[in-house]
Nanobody, 124 residues
Framework: VQLQASGGGLVQAGDSLKLSCTVS????????LGWFRQAPGKEREFVAA???????IYEDFVKGRFIISRDGAKNTVFLQMNGLKPEDTAVYYC???????????????????WGQGTLVTVSS
């Protein structure tokens, strides 16, 4: 299983950006997807997740600004980021796992496969 993330870049505060992550080598559609981020000097933190049942969860600091979605036909998960802030600057990672229980969706250890990350830089 491989994940390829893309869409990062340098934007100004208030701008929008849409990240994409294509999953290959995974059969069927019953797998969960997550987005995490890691800022310099900080631990990796949860951003959003989308279960195969289409249930979505978000970390509080992105609620109302970010939207996670999926194109099942293309095995691609998206993260639409609106109202970006300088504190959103980080490397964003997508990840996938199977059968992750709801309470574990925020835990990086619950995911089996990770993409390489895409850098998002928000200037003030």
């Amino acid at each position: 299983v491989q994940l390829q993330a893309s869409g990062g870049g340098l934007v100004q505060a208030g701008d929008s950006l849409k990240l994409s992550c294509t999953v290959s080598g995974r059969t069927g559609s019953r797998y969960d997807l997550g987005w995490f981020r890691q800022a310099p000097g900080k631990e990796r933190e949860f951003v959003a997740a989308l279960r195969w049942t289409r249930v979505t969860i978000y970390e509080d600091f992105v609620k109302g600004r970010f939207i996670i979605s999926r194109d099942g036909a293309k095995n691609t998960v998206f993260l639409q980021m609106n109202g970006l802030k300088p504190e959103d600057t980080a490397v964003y990672y997508c990840a996938t796992g199977v059968g992750i229980i709801l309470s574990n969706l925020r835990r990086p250890s619950a995911y089996n496969y990770w993409g390489q990350g895409t850098l998002v830089t928000v200037s003030s």
